[in-house]
């Protein structure tokens, strides 16, 4: 009996580690997102402290004087971004909301014609579930409104609200500055505050974890970027062209966002987008559209193997597993946040995943 109590003790407090793991890294999400300024400061100080240290390496420069240098260029192309981005995306986004109307009505229009021109006779479908039909499509385009125009409305609420987005970006400059300049004596603070057992402990997990999601995290920053810049000059040399492209800076970063997500790609907004414009008769932006996404996705494939150093070693069908769980418990943001929190377990338990997992909770010799 005493051999079988431990067995079980031994295997709860696996379980209990298992559950305080994905606790603590759900509130440490929860604790980045409030302190969002610090947390964009800390990965803009990790992108350009590889350029902070070529300087000190190449021109013999201290630390501060090269950190400062850096600091001055990356915030002049930050704040000149920012601006342009800001002026852009109101615009847009104004302009997009007072004609979110007519663009829903007319696909409601298109949706009714396609319903009543049917032959639903050759299916069998009764009158009464064909108008189900017809008010689902009429409920979904309705809600899907809805949700697009509280979408922009926060946004320009957010865009249009100074006093806050300017003590955002000042708290992110100042913590940016910081951390480039004073990084060591930062980090000498962090491990002169903490018992010495802990920092090393941290530190082994850090790395490893830093390693793994470090690489993964910039590889997919640099290909979203490279797809965002590709598919926003493409879209804007359309505009000038006299294609009907009239938002496209916010049609840009909708495409990079779901070009952020794993598994889906740009081709899940570009390919529809341009099948819809060759039936609605206007095939040169359909062909445009389908001529810009292969050009994105050729560039995509030459530059991907370079960027990308190594697979994560996730098969696809737990990603999205990881994605939907995370968009049930912290919504749209959570389709993000749910595979990096995958990562970041694989890494953690990566010898008990490779024992069997599972197995490596209930067997007596794992």
């Known amino acids: 009996m005493k051999t079988d109590f431990n067995y079980w003790l031994d ?16 509130i440490g999400f929860k604790i980045s997102i409030f302190y969002i300024p610090f947390l964009i400061a800390f990965i803009l ?16 420069m201290r630390r501060k004087i090269s ?20 002026v852009t995306l109101i615009s847009e986004a104004s302009n ?32 009464e579930l064909r108008n189900i039909l017809g008010n689902s499509t009429g409920d979904f385009i ?8 509280n979408i922009l409305t926060k946004l320009l609420n957010t865009l249009t609200s100074l006093p806050t987005i300017g003590i955002y970006i000042v708290i992110t400059i100042l913590a940016l500055y910081f951390m480039c300049t004073d990084k060591i004596y930062i980090l ?3 491990e002169h505050h903490l018992p010495e057992k802990w920092v090393k402990n941290l530190t082994k997990h850090i790395k490893a974890i830093s390693k793994a999601l470090g690489c993964y995290l910039k590889a997919q920053l640099k290909l979203i970027l490279i797809s965002f810049v590709i598919s926003l000059i493409g879209l804007y040399a359309f505009s000038i062209a006299g294609l009907n492209v009239k938002y496209p800076l916010m049609v840009a970063i909708g495409i990079a966002i779901v ?41 995509r494939q030459i530059i ?52 069997g997992f599972v197995k490596s909770i209930f067997d007596r010799d794992c």
Not at 142 to 149: E, G, P
Not at 310 to 322: D, K, M, S, V, W
Request: proline share 3%; aromatic share 12%.
């Open 11 to 26: 295997v709860v407090k696996k379980i209990i580690v298992l559950a305080l793991s994905v606790f603590l890294i759900y």
């Open 45 to 60: 100080s990790l992108l350009i402290e590889p350029v902070i240290r070529f300087l000190m390496r190449k021109f013999k």
């Open 67 to 86: 950190a400062i240098l850096i600091f001055i260029i990356v915030l002049s192309v930050i704040i000149g971004v920012i601006a342009w981005g800001t």
């Open 96 to 127: 997009f909301l007072g004609n979110i109307s007519y663009y829903f009505d007319k696909i409601h229009e298109k949706s009714q014609s396609l319903i009543s021109n049917f032959d639903f006779d050759k299916i069998k479908i009764s009158d």
């Open 142 to 149: 309705q809600t899907a409104s809805n949700w697009i125009t």
């Open 188 to 190: 000498d603070q962090i």
């Open 259 to 299: 070009d952020a997500l794993p598994i889906f790609g740009s081709g899940t907004v570009m390919v529809p987008w341009a099948i819809v414009s060759a039936f609605n008769g206007d095939i040169k932006l359909g062909t445009s559209i389908l001529v810009l996404w292969i050009v994105m996705c050729i560039v």
């Open 304 to 355: 991907e193997p370079k960027v990308v150093s190594g697979q994560i070693g996730i098969h696809p069908i737990f990603t999205l597993i990881a994605m939907y769980t995370g968009f049930k418990f912290l919504g749209f943001i959570g389709l993000f946040i749910g595979p990096i929190i995958l990562i970041i377990l694989k890494n953690i338990y990566e010898v008990r995943i490779d024992r």
